[in-house]
């Protein structure tokens, strides 16, 4: 197993720019399944390994420290030693990046101290004992022109490691002009050349084309030989997973509420292998470059072809003011104690209870408890009823991601409907009563037979034969057209947001978010009469509390007949353009993964547009705005979807 981390401190009290130049050609990673819980798989823990850039860097070195019992080695892009900063902002920008003569990099004196310390904490217990450090390997890199971590800096690592392992067991290459950032041997059309020099509010992702492949060069260092890496099309895939299962609440502690997975193929069908966890560094989240670096780390490659998962766990930027816990506008994992307070001394952000650590090593967990017939598959998400009779309920449903799927099994009232599986993603259940209302849930099954948990619940009626025929249509959102606009509570500065998924509620920035969801309703007959309308949406991901925030807030929806601005894609007037009828219905907090609002009210049913070329736009705000940072964000597409019953 083998885990990356990366991206360290840099100019980290500076407040998160607007990200308004997000590169358009990102492939948003959320237009993937919904998240799942995190598989396992027959994965041995002690083949784990760690590496990372700057913040990440430090942040493996404190990972591979920590829980040496089960680590084969570290892999280190410009990061010092363990303790460097020693719980302390001031120290970490000084000592332990830009060091000067007043605040020198690490000396032998602090080296000797850090390694005294280490001896000292695995006698409490709080980390592994180091002499399990003796036998593993330690692959260390930095740019010649790093200007962020300095050379200087990333020198006395090797010494710290020379404490416990012998120099052979240590590479340590610093001969390739770049400057702060990942080098590969290749990626795609996000990672610059080996002499540019990374810019943050640009969104670059700090992976420079240096034509070095370091992922491999500290694979094989510290696993001995490997096949080649694959230079074609990957066999697995990649997989969201919920992070909140590690740890209550993440991004109270600056962790996202999903991290991501790469599972070959070989992985996914029970083979034996080993693991390998990939932090990012400041600034390579994946809310602020999407999947540039989970896509260009290098470590797929080597990975699909040597039986490697590749796990990277996700931090968030979290800035609710300098005075505030945790402060880390940046996006960057904790190696100085930002979710700490009190002494530096007493901070146990790099021992194993340090809650972000505690949180890796239970995804390693995780992973590493599967065997027998593989892994259950992903839940499907997205269910949705797609027509409904007076004798049958069509379903539908967005795909499982897996591993080994072999089909769907359908459960109405709770129990399964379908004599064989199911090989698509809809479903027709017929043979029903008129005029009554069932609930419905799917499952997808593996090749051993094994059910995913269940799908979000879905509630139908079937229509009565009396008083003439209604119909039923389901309409998912148009993800060309939907999006979200932020803007200050005076309507001052509006923006478009320029991430995937949609947000609704106050931000870090302080702005307020406005989702607009485009629906094509030219399906409803210009002459019909729609007797019942509501709109299901689906939870990516929260942040705080939105609907607290003040307590009772609620969530409203707008109906526009038409568009909300000038033209059918989101616009900074949609924020606050007058409506065609306002807050016709409302969205409870979530319960599950999806979540339906009321029925519409009447006007809300009279906005709705008809007839050939008809669209419809929604816009969901909350009534009251929220005293600090709160938000939701919601899927568009297939997870939200606008159902209108007429005649």
């Not at 492939?27 to 396992?40: E, F, G, K, T, V």
């Not at 930095?142 to 990333?154: E, L, M, T």
């Amino acid at each position: 197993m083998h885990l990356k981390i990366d991206h360290c401190a840099e100019h980290v009290g500076t407040p998160i720019l607007a990200a308004a130049l997000l590169a358009m050609a990102l492939m948003p990673i959320s237009s993937l399944a919904a998240p799942i819980n995190l598989p396992s798989y027959s994965v041995d823990k002690s083949q784990t390994s760690v590496s990372g850039l700057s913040a990440g860097g430090y942040m493996a070195v404190q990972m591979h420290v920590a829980h040496s019992s089960i680590m084969k080695g570290v892999g280190v892009f410009a990061a010092g030693p363990y303790q460097c900063a020693e719980g302390d902002l001031n120290i970490a920008l000084s000592r332990c990046m830009s060091p000067n003569v007043l605040n020198p990099a690490p000396t032998p004196t602090d080296i000797a101290r850090f390694a005294q310390r280490t001896r000292d904490r695995a006698a409490t217990g709080a980390i592994d004992n180091p002499a399990n450090l003796a036998s593993q390997k330690a692959w260390i890199f930095v740019g010649s022109a790093d200007d962020i971590v300095r050379p200087a800096v990333v020198d006395t690592l090797p010494a710290y490691y020379r404490e416990f392992m012998p120099s052979s067991n240590i590479f340590y290459k610093k001969d390739i002009a770049t400057f702060h950032n990942l080098v590969v041997l290749d990626g795609d059309n996000r990672i610059k050349p080996c002499n540019h020099k990374n810019v943050s509010n640009n969104h670059d992702a700090y992976v420079n084309d240096c034509d070095y492949d370091a992922a491999g060069a500290l694979l094989q260092h510290i696993y001995g030989p490997l096949n080649p890496r694959n230079t074609g099309t990957l066999s697995g895939q990649f997989i969201e997973f919920h992070q909140r299962e590690f740890i209550a609440n993440p991004r109270a502690k600056s962790m996202d509420d999903t991290g991501w997975a790469y599972v070959p193929a070989s992985c996914a069908a029970g083979a034996a292998c080993k693991l390998h966890v990939t932090f990012h560094g400041c600034f390579q989240f994946t809310e602020w470059v999407n999947d540039a670096y989970i896509k260009n780390s290098g470590l797929n490659q080597w990975a699909d072809t040597n039986n490697i998962i590749v796990l990277y766990p996700q931090a968030i930027a979290v800035d609710n003011g300098p005075l505030s816990i945790p402060f880390n506008p940046r996006g960057c994992f904790d190696w100085w104690g930002y979710n700490e307070s009190g002494a530096a001394s007493s901070k146990t952000y790099d021992a194993k209870n340090g809650v972000q650590i505690a949180a890796v090593k239970n995804m390693i967990d995780r992973i590493a408890g599967g065997g027998g017939p593989g892994p259950a598959p992903a839940p499907p998400t997205a269910l949705v009823v797609s027509a409904t009779t007076d004798n049958s309920v069509s379903l539908a449903w967005a795909a499982s991601t897996g591993p080994n799927l072999s089909g769907y099994n359908v459960y109405r009232n709770g129990a399964k409907v379908n004599p064989g599986l199911i090989s698509g993603t809809s479903y027709a259940d017929s043979g029903l009563s008129s005029g009554t209302s069932y609930s419905y849930f799917i499952k997808a099954v593996n090749a051993s037979n094994v059910e995913s948990a269940a799908s979000n619940t879905v509630s139908a009626a079937t229509t009565t034969t009396t008083g003439g025929t209604t119909t039923t249509t389901d309409f998912t959102s148009d993800v060309m057209e939907d999006g979200y606009v932020k803007a200050y509570a005076n309507a001052t500065l509006p923006a478009v947001g320029v991430f995937p998924s949609l947000a609704i509620g106050r931000g870090t920035d302080r702005k307020f978010n406005r989702a607009i969801l485009s629906f094509d309703t030219s399906h409803i007959p210009s002459g019909a009469t729609i007797t019942q309308a509501y709109v299901t949406v689906t939870h990516r991901w929260s942040y705080g509390a939105p609907w607290d925030s003040p307590a009772g807030n609620s969530m409203v929806i707008d109906v526009k007949s038409g568009f909300f601005g000038s033209a059918s894609a989101t616009e900074t007037a949609d924020w606050q353009a007058p409506a065609t009828a306002s807050a016709v219905a409302a969205i409870p907090k979530f319960t599950d993964v999806s979540q339906r609002s009321s029925d519409f009210n009447a006007a809300g049913l009279a906005a709705i547009s008809k007839g050939s070329g008809a669209k419809t736009q929604l816009r969901l705000k909350f009534s009251s705005d929220q005293t600090s940072a709160n938000y939701v964000r919601i899927l568009d597409g297939v997870g939200a979807r606008l159902t209108v019953v007429y005649y």
